[in-house]
């Protein structure tokens, strides 16, 4: 059974950095995309970020360009979003998800199979 956990989630003041993880089991990714999204209160859950497992294809909201960055680890079978220069509005629960990369529509929840429990991200004004 796949399963993702994300952790690093905590509470940092505007400005600082966190970097999240997402650590996969329970199956193989090659043909995998891996995706960041975040769920504000009482707002939709947001694209953040995609890799694709097998290298490149990286892609990014507009929101975030500049100041996060996603990668992997394929000895880990974890991928990472480096999150700097945070504004409050940055402030979510942060999931991970996984799904064929040949799927279209990277942005949408739809095209993801698999998810995380989610790590709560708060930046303080």
């Known amino acids: 059974q796949v399963q993702l956990v994300e952790s690093g989630g905590g509470l940092v003041q505007a400005g600082g950095s966190l970097r999240l993880s997402c650590a996969a089991s329970?199956?193989?990714?090659?043909?995998?995309?891996i995706a960041w999204f975040r769920q504000a209160p009482g707002k939709e859950r947001e694209f953040v970020a995609a890799i694709r497992w097998s290298g490149g294809n990286t892609i990014y909201a507009d929101s975030v360009k500049g100041r996060f960055t996603i990668s992997g680890d394929n000895a880990k079978n974890t991928v990472y979003l480096q999150m700097n220069s945070l504004k409050p509005e940055d402030t979510a629960v942060y999931y991970c998800?996984?799904?064929?990369?040949?799927?279209?529509?990277?942005?949408?929840?739809?095209?993801?199979?698999?998810w995380g429990q989610g790590t709560q991200v708060t930046v303080s004004s």
């Open positions: 998800a996984a799904g064929p990369y040949y799927l279209s529509g990277y942005y949408y929840t739809g095209a993801y199979d698999y």
């Open positions: 329970g199956g193989t990714f090659t043909n995998y995309r």
